[in-house]
Nanobody, 121 residues
Framework: QAQLVESGGGLVQAGGSLRLSCAAS????????MGWWRQGTGKLRDLVAVISSDGSTNYADSVKGRFTISRDNAKNMIYLQMNNLKPEDTAVYYCYAELAHYSDYRLYDYWGQGTQVTVSS
């Protein structure tokens, strides 16, 4: 088993910045993609940014140029630096990882519990 724990959410004014962190722990053999998704009230969960094990990244168009995803493979952690935040960025942000366990080396999807980001206008 494994678990993902997010931190760093909060309340910020428009134009401000926040940095989210996500730590993966447990019986982890390897981690492929890790990323951030978000879900606003009454909306579907959407991809924000993803980073592969080799460091390649992909972003939603709505956050390009404002958000930066990064990864520390030694610590099994990812980060999301969010700059120039807008009220429409308000959502619960979820960490995601595709990882394999030592027990069977098969890939499984894991999600964190979510962290609230609220941007006031």
């Amino acid at each position: 088993q494994a678990q993902l724990v997010e931190s760093g959410g909060g309340l910020v004014q428009a134009g401000g910045s926040l940095r989210l962190s996500c730590a993966a722990s447990g019986s982890i053999f390897s981690i492929n993609d890790m990323g951030w998704w978000r879900q606003g009230t009454g909306k579907l969960r959407d991809l924000v940014a993803v980073i592969s094990s080799d460091g390649s990244t992909n972003y939603a168009d709505s956050v390009k140029g404002r958000f930066t995803i990064s990864r520390d493979n030694a610590k099994n952690m990812i980060y999301l630096q969010m700059n120039n935040l807008k009220p429409e960025d308000t959502a619960v942000y979820y960490c995601y990882a595709e990882l394999a366990h030592y027990s069977d080396y098969r890939l499984y999807d894991y999600w964190g519990q979510g962290t609230q980001v609220t941007v006031s206008s």
